[in-house]
C-alpha cells in the first residue's frame, strides 16, 4: 500500500483547475479538479480507487484549497447511473467528504439553496453538470453517465430544482464539464436501443453509426434535454475537453483504464454577503 507523502506537495494556487467562462461573473464558488503531476496518485478524489486512502485525503486537501470550499463540508453522493436528484443542506455537510460509506447513498444528483455547503460529482468520462439559479440563490451538481442520459436525469434535475426552489429554468445557467466526446465514445447496441426507444429520442440525435460500430454523444443528449425542458441554449455552457482526448491531464477509464481516478466537480454558493472569486 502507497503510504502519504509531501514530496509532490505544490501550493493550492498552482493547482490546474478546470472553470466554467460563463459562471466567472456567477456568484458561485466553482471548480472542477484535473489529473496532474503535482498531486499523489496524480489528484485522484476517489476512495473507491487505489489503496491509498491517506493520499486521496491529502488531494482532497489540496484540491479545496485550490477551488475555495472546506473539504470537510464537501457532499458527494453514492452515484448509481440513475437518475436520483436529492436536496441537501447543512444536515448534510460532510457526508463522503472522509469516506465513501458516509456519502449519500444511490444518488447522481445534488441539489441546495444553503450557502457555504460544497456539493460534488465524481467523473472520469462522464458529464458532470453543474447547475446555477442566480434569482433563486439555488445550485447543482449532476452525475451523468449513458444510463443517467438516457433516462433523463439532465431533465430530472431541472424539475427537482423547479420543485424544491421555484426555480424558473429560464433563469438557470448550466455547465456542461469536461467529458468523452463523441469520436471517442464507442458503445454497444444496448447504449442505443436504450436511447431510441426511450421518451427523449426526438430531442437530440446523438448516435452516429460508423462502418467500426456505433458512437454515442453524451453531450448533445444532455443538451437537447437541457433545451427542451426549458433552459435557454445561450445559458448552457459546454466544455470541448474531451477526457479520452485530453493527453493524461483528465481522468478517463476510456482512455487510461478501468482502475483510474476520478475528478470531481464542485459548487458552493458562498456566505451571504461574500462575493466568490
Avoid at 444510463?147 to 430530472?156: E, L, P, S
Avoid at 424544491?164 to 471517442?184: E, H, K, N, T, W
Avoid at 429520442?201 to 460508423?210: C, E, N
Avoid at 453531450?219 to 475537453?241: T, Y
Wanted: glycine content about 10%; some cysteine; hydrophobic content about 40%.
Amino acid at each position: 500500500m502507497q503510504q502519504a507523502t509531501d514530496t509532490k506537495a505544490t501550493s493550492p494556487a498552482d493547482l490546474p483547475v478546470y472553470r466554467f467562462r460563463s459562471l466567472a461573473g456567477a456568484n458561485v464558488v466553482h471548480g472542477v479538479t484535473t489529473r496532474t503531476e503535482s498531486l499523489p496518485l496524480h489528484g485522484n478524489m476517489s476512495y473507491m480507487v487505489g489503496e491509498a486512502p491517506d493520499l486521496v485525503a491529502q488531494n482532497r486537501q489540496a484540491w479545496a484549497g485550490a477551488i475555495g470550499y472546506e473539504a470537510d463540508r464537501l457532499v458527494l453522493g453514492r452515484q448509481v447511473h440513475e437518475t436520483s436528484v436529492v436536496v441537501v443542506d447543512e444536515s448534510n455537510a460532510g457526508n463522503g467528504a472522509d469516506s465513501v460509506e458516509s456519502s449519500i447513498r444511490r444518488v447522481d444528483g445534488l441539489i441546495t439553496s444553503t450557502p457555504d455547503l460544497p456539493i460534488g460529482v465524481m467523473a472520469a468520462d462522464c458529464v458532470p453538470i453543474l447547475i446555477v439559479d442566480p434569482e433563486r440563490s439555488a445550485v447543482g451538481a449532476i452525475h451523468a453517465g449513458w444510463r443517467g442520459t438516457v433516462d433523463g436525469i439532465a431533465t430530472a434535475a431541472v424539475q427537482a430544482m423547479q420543485n424544491a426552489f421555484g426555480s424558473d429554468p429560464a433563469d438557470l445557467q448550466v455547465c456542461l464539464g469536461p467529458s468523452i466526446c463523441r469520436s471517442c465514445y464507442q458503445v454497444g447496441d444496448e447504449v442505443v436501443d436504450r436511447w431510441e426507444s426511450g421518451r427523449f429520442a426526438r430531442v437530440a440525435s446523438p448516435v452516429d453509426v460508423t462502418s467500426s460500430g456505433y458512437y454515442f454523444d453524451l453531450r448533445a443528449a444532455n443538451l437537447g434535454q437541457l433545451r427542451e425542458v426549458g433552459v435557454r441554449n445561450s445559458s448552457i455552457e459546454v466544455s470541448d475537453l474531451c477526457t479520452k482526448c485530453a493527453n493524461g491531464s483528465m481522468f478517463s477509464r476510456r482512455g487510461l483504464g478501468p482502475k483510474t481516478g476520478l475528478f470531481t466537480s464542485v459548487i458552493m454558493l458562498p456566505e451571504p454577503g461574500l462575493r466568490s472569486t
